[in-house]
């Protein structure tokens, strides 16, 4: 028998602030990737940057043999899939309304497909990842917001097709809590993001005493960050450390609520902010513990994403694999 | 063609207080039923009775031409449906640990499926009532306490099989709030229930200004109940119209957590206290619209159960008849 033709899809990550593209295997492996700056880029240049990386990367496969047969493009916000449209972008505002998939597809001539940026990386934790063989499970991405997903009997779950799905950092956890973005107060967003650690220290500071510490000291010279926030918490800072118990208990008292559900007892965590694990988990997993009554003494199980950032860049793969062998286009 | 033969099915929906039976014909019409009290039966009584029963409704069957196939029991609590096992009964704790469908099966010598009672109501509202042709939903049944389950892609969705599912009553809407049966605080148990309404009328009564009320006259003379509440609400009282507004409230932010969870917009709710649906809806749908930022301008669409107490009874006897032509049989 012939050795069967290779063949690689790109996965595409459109994140706020970098475009990264991959050109990955059928069997989940990246074998070559770019990376571009996409922040303060208007739409159509993001277009062109895009197709530019991608085109790179169709040439790196064809010298090694390697036919690429589509891209899967995850973007952060609501997106519309049959129609390659991006609908609201709250990282990339330039692009609310640009047909970005369709006009990819057009100019690479190949098929594009297009999800949300939390189901690629839920895409790609199942894939080669830490989800890898798990039936149901809730994936969170802990980044600037929170993104989250469900995988139910083993595939996405895509809900009624109202153009939004596992919306898990838009529970309400502390009904009357701190403001969301999305308009709502007590968002699990509001406690378990990049942006909810900033704007949670900053409420810790109109606190007397805090003001004077280091969270005080990084706010005055303007290193204000989950990162600089982390550091000080490893430092053994107790308003920092606070942030992060309040992070893993709204992560945990979520998880408990989907828990109960659903009837499921598996979550994976990914996403930068996933990096400050070992300050959650423990918050995370009691109150798990003291608010899923229906959970027996096997308990939950939660684990860290394996994969990263390529978690997001695999599964944009995997989906335009997956889509491409069950002959789908996008419209237009 | 030869007419084909007529068949039914039992479905039995054992409630703390009364036994219920109906023979249910294929297309979910009740054609005979029986009544039995349950509260104070040993375990023993309860199979003999219930056995009872369901031979005279299998004996008024044939007296039509009607061959009764298989019966379904749904049971409040956790039950294992593999061995027709009652594994925790709030309302019945004679049944923990008893293989009531089990023994019914040998005792009939017919199949007999076993249920949760909520999972149950959701089976026979989406065959023959609010629910009907609902590809993805949330059932909520408000009676002593608050059960639960969920639609999936057309199906009764049963999670890991880990004993529980749709636990909807277990979703936590107030951290630290009430307590709960089940251990945790601030369960939508503790707001949408029956025993929510005398325990949150209790705690009013500790107001100062609110024991001189009706509901203080109420509880002194022994008679504070969920349906004493409920008229006292239906005559303006503002305490009473308070607890279900409350209920309205935590009904609204659960549905809220699932809607954006899930991608999905509708539930029927049933259940005896379901019957207080002038009262706590507009505070459901005013909560609901404020805590789903998710959901466009189309919305929720929150129903009532239509089938009132038949639809366990229907559903349960739907349970049979789909089990038996998948060809099940509970183990023993």
Known sequence: MENPKKIACIGIDLGGTNLRAALVSRSGKILDRRVTRAAELEAESILTELAARCRDLVQSGAARGIETVAAGLGVAGKIDPSNGMVVFSPNLPVLDGYPLGRLLQKTLRLPVYMENDANVFCLGESFAGAAKGFRNWVGIVLG??????LFLNGKLWEGDRLGF????GHMIVEPGGPPCPCGSNGCLEAFASARALVTGARRALRVPGIKEGPLGELERAGKLSAKTIYECAKHGDPAALELFDKMGWALGLALANLFSALGIRRAVIGGG??????LFIDSLENTLARNCSMLGPEGALIQRGRLGDDAALIGAARLGMKRKRAGEWVNG
């Not at 799905?165 to 898990?168: R, V």
């Not at 902010?273 to 070992?278: K, L, N, S, T």
């Open 165 to 168: 799905s596992g919306e898990i």
């Open 273 to 278: 902010v996933g990096g400050a694990w070992d």
């Open 144 to 149: 600037t917001g929170t993104g989250g997903c």
